[in-house]
């Protein structure tokens, strides 16, 4: 049984609808009006959760080194050896690591999937709704420092491209972008071909965000993430509807592809939905395994769950684990 893009040809049970007007608020609360007061309810969901967090030195979304030059220190095993300070070390005949500030002035990237397969959900919103979200709370993060946030999005049969910028009205009108985006009835263009886009464009090294369902082909997108990954700290953020990993025994229903438009008619029976959760969960892991290869972070938001609390335990777990990995390095 194919697992790609395949959604029920009945309405989702209490998804979101489709188009501004229906957005659901990030609580999953009633539907509101317009863009605007989405986009307001996000910011205002992301900042009140995410200040508690946010004290302290300055850090990036994925904590990572700076390009101005530190302190310097001994070499520890597990240290870049492209970092090595040559003139130190010559001169104290011994391994030294100079160390690098953070910029204050960084680039972050949205790349954001709108592919027709994202047009789906079963529970609080559809995934497309989602990504919204989930590249609110990024690009909320990355601007609130004075960062400069670029976007590329895939609508599905073209590729649009936000400048990066800085300022608060400039990530608002790329969200409204990604609000206001068309519903795509195919997808011509790839998850790779999208990566490999923004490799091109974003040019500074900095966070690269690509919040998508990842469900293309894994030999497609494998490679275009890993060459980001060279310059760019990498977050990829997994979108997920439930109905994707444990299909109930519906009976017979008919499934679409909405990439492709095919359809085909399955009786869904108890047996069925077990080869189905096999296979999903086999998928999954492949996806998950495909993205740490690459280093990217990996994350997964679900329309059943809450993604701000995920996005807020991902931010904390980095920060403790980098925080923990200077502390190890300069220990005696």
């Known amino acids: 049984m194919a697992l790609r893009r395949s959604q029920p040809g009945s309405p989702p049970e209490g998804g979101a609808t489709a188009g501004a007007e229906r957005m659901t608020t990030a609580g999953g609360g009633a539907p509101v009006a317009s863009t605007q007061e989405v986009l307001r309810r996000l910011e205002l969901n992301v900042n009140r959760r995410l200040d508690g967090i ?12 700076g390009s101005e030059p530190g302190e310097t220190r001994i070499y520890a095993p597990g240290d870049d050896t492209r970092r090595i300070d040559w003139n130190v070390t010559a001169r104290m005949q011994t391994p030294h690591i100079r160390e690098a500030v953070a910029d204050r002035e960084l680039e972050a990237w949205l790349c954001v999937d709108l592919s027709p397969s994202l047009d789906f959900g079963t529970h609080t919103w559809e995934k497309r709704d989602l990504a919204l979200a989930t590249a609110a709370g990024i690009g909320f993060l990355s601007a609130r420092s004075g960062n400069r946030v670029g976007a590329v999005l895939n609508l599905g049969s073209e590729l649009a491209v936000v400048p990066a910028k800085q300022g608060r009205r400039h990530l608002q009108a790329i969200l409204g972008r990604i609000q206001t985006a068309p519903r795509a009835t195919r997808g011509d263009v790839g998850l790779g071909e999208t990566l490999d886009r923004l490799g091109r464009v974003a040019r500074r090294r900095g966070l690269a965000a690509i919040i998508s369902d990842f469900l293309d082909p894994i030999d497609s997108w494998r490679q275009p993430l890993a060459t980001v990954g060279l310059r760019h700290q990498v977050l990829a953020a997994e979108v997920l509807d439930p109905r994707e990993v444990d299909l109930p025994p519906l009976g017979y229903v008919e499934l679409t592809d909405p990439e492709t438009g095919r359809t085909r008619e399955v009786h869904v029976t108890k047996a ?30 679900r329309t059943d769950g809450d993604w701000l609390l995920e996005l807020v335990r991902f931010v904390a777990k980095r920060r403790h684990r980098a925080a923990n990995l200077g502390a190890a390095r300069v220990a005696p």
């Open 54 to 65: 946010l004290h302290g030195e300055y850090r990036g979304l994925v904590p990572g080194h």
């Open 272 to 301: 069925v939905q077990a080869r189905f959760a096999e296979a999903a969960i086999e998928q999954r892991a492949g996806i998950g395994a495909a993205i740490r290869s690459t280093g990217a972070d990996h994350m997964v938001v």
